[in-house]
């Protein structure tokens, strides 16, 4: 079964970086495109940004362009957010997710990693 | 502030049927397909609907989608209490080049 694990996040001051992960098992991760998808406390759903299947093309959220970039390893079957330059704005959990096939629609999530930014 | 307009909460008893709105523009519904999520307190969206109307293996036919120009639906049928949850509606922007989530609709089933 597909499953999306989350990891890397944690308590950070404000001003500096944290590299999240996600590792996918459960189906050829290489064919997939994936999310960033954010959450902050008592908030909506953020889309955050996108990766291609390979890695070519990659979009963001207009709010995070410069600070955040996502990459993929697929000989790893993994997917990362490198995080810089975190504000207290960024406190969210953050949720990576597979593109379904077709259109743009997530079709499995992970359960999230906490990211806290704090001084 | 989203792209996307969803109204905050909905409310209905059980057994009744409840509708979900998520209004957007010419960029993003209008030109590409929505995609509902049901998030239950405390844990990871999951896919209800895809591509306006189809449903995952697995999610009920009491849950439905439509779509129509810049405006799509979340129907609900037959509510039960587990159904209480955050509903987000989802779609790309052309013009952005982004993904937008709405706002998301709190579901109480009284």
């Known amino acids: 079964q597909v499953q999306l694990v989350e990891s890397g996040g944690g308590a950070v001051q404000p001003g500096r970086s944290l590299r999240l992960s996600c590792a996918a098992s459960?189906?050829?991760?290489?064919?997939?495109?994936m999310y960033w998808v954010r959450q902050a406390p008592g908030k909506g759903l953020e889309w955050v940004a996108v990766i291609w299947f390979d890695g070519n093309k990659k979009y963001y959220a207009d709010s995070l362009k410069g600070r955040f970039t996502i990459s993929r390893d697929n000989s790893k079957n993994t997917l990362y957010l490198q995080m810089n330059s975190l504000r207290a704005e960024d406190t969210a959990v953050y949720f990576c997710?597979?593109?379904?096939?077709?259109?743009?629609?997530?079709?499995?999530w992970g359960q999230g990693t906490l990211v806290t930014v704090s001084s | 502030q989203s792209v996307l307009t969803q109204p905050p909460s909905v409310s209905a008893a059980p057994g009744q049927k409840v509708t979900i709105s998520c209004s957007g523009n010419?960029?993003?519904?209008?030109?590409?397909?929505v995609s509902w999520y049901q998030q239950l307190p405390g844990t990871a969206p999951t896919l209800l609907i895809y591509e306006n109307n189809k449903r995952p293996s697995g999610i009920p036919d009491r849950f439905s989608g439509s779509k129509s120009g810049t405006s799509a639906t979340l129907g609900i049928t037959g509510l039960q209490t587990g159904d209480e949850a955050d509903y987000y509606c989802?779609?790309?922007?052309?013009?952005?080049?982004?993904?937008?989530f709405g706002g998301g609709t709190k579901l109480t089933v009284l």
């Open positions: 989802g779609t790309w922007d052309s013009s952005l080049s982004a993904g937008f």
């Open positions: 997710a597979r593109v379904g096939t077709g259109d743009y629609h997530a079709d499995y």
């Open positions: 010419s960029s993003n519904i209008g030109n590409n397909s």
């Open positions: 459960g189906f050829t991760f290489s064919s997939f495109g």
